[in-house]
């Protein structure tokens, strides 16, 4: 799908296909901890999660234009991402440029990899990888901490999609303490034909907490045991202690991911959840050959869309060559 502006060039157009292109690629999350407090008067949830960044990549190009164009390809690419100024990328753009003085001028491409609403912060990590191509295209010389400033108002996920690894997530999601993980962990992610929308998801946990149908105002689960767990291990440690709240709204609106994750158990994962505000199941294996298993019996199942083993942390967005 190819959008452009009065002004701008569509992807085929001009010379701006010719021009140097810069490339940056940004991973996909999955949240081994999610506690979501109440609702602020800003609309977002107060929370305290844990994003591990997965090895399955989003690729952003960014070339010279007038005025700014996009083009989806991959994942998404049938309508379900937005090809014009309502997609995240193409509001990155125009927050650098403003934020850096420069007029927004672009070809803006995302080769997708990761689903949209999916529960893998796939929008914001096109985002991220918009600032860091975009910031190296225009030389706006933003600094890390000027950039997780900008991703910071574009998404509560996006400073996160931007420093990659593990991190410690406060407040929206977007303060962020980065956290060390001493080994790989592998994950086989189970995607749905159908996306959950993030607002429906959370507004379905707050209709069910006023119902009564979900402890409320009770302490959220601590932090420490999935930390603790991300460091050293084994792999049932961090699977006793994965816990994600946005499970039990997701499952409320989309049923059918009950037997999901149980398909997941049965086939031999350590622990399955929800990943963040779903419709992923995202499976924990033992180990890379585990995960590789796991992938080939869930893909037999025909229960999810796509089947993926990935592993993770693995670095935030950055350029690539
Ligand atoms: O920040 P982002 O644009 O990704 O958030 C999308 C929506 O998800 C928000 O409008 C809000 O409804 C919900 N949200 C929330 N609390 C958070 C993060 C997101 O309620 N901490």
Known sequence: MTASVPGGRSRFSGMGAEGPAVV????????????????????????????????????VTVRPGE?????????????????????????????????AGVPADAELTIAKAIPAAAGLAGGSADAAAALVALDALWGTRATRGDLAGLAAELGSDVPFSLLGGVALGAG???????????????????????????????????????????????EPAPTEPVLTALRSGPPAALAAALTND???PALSLRPELRRALRAATDAGAAAALVSGSGPTVAALA???????????VLAGEGIFRTVRAVQGPVPGARLVG
């Open 172 to 218: 929206r999601g977007e303060q962020l303490s980065p956290v060390l993980a001493r080994r790989p962990w592998h994950w086989v992610l189970g995607i749905a034909g159908e996306g959950l929308s993030t607002p429906a998801v959370y507004g379905e946990l707050d209709r069910l907490r006023a119902a009564g149908r979900l402890p409320e105002g009770t």
């Open 286 to 296: 033992e180990d890379e050959e585990a995960a590789l298993r796991l992938a080939a």
């Open 246 to 248: 946005l499970q039990a």
């Open 67 to 99: 005025g700014l164009s996009l083009t989806v390809s991959g994942e998404g690419s049938d309508g379900a991402v937005p090809a014009d100024r309502r997609n995240l990328v193409w509001r990155a753009a125009e927050l650098l440029a403003r934020h």
């Open 24 to 59: 940056a690629r940004a991973p996909a999350k999955v949240n081994v901890h999610l506690a979501v407090g109440p609702l602020r008067p800003d609309g977002f949830h107060e929370l305290q999660t844990v994003y591990l960044a997965v090895s399955l990549l989003d690729t």
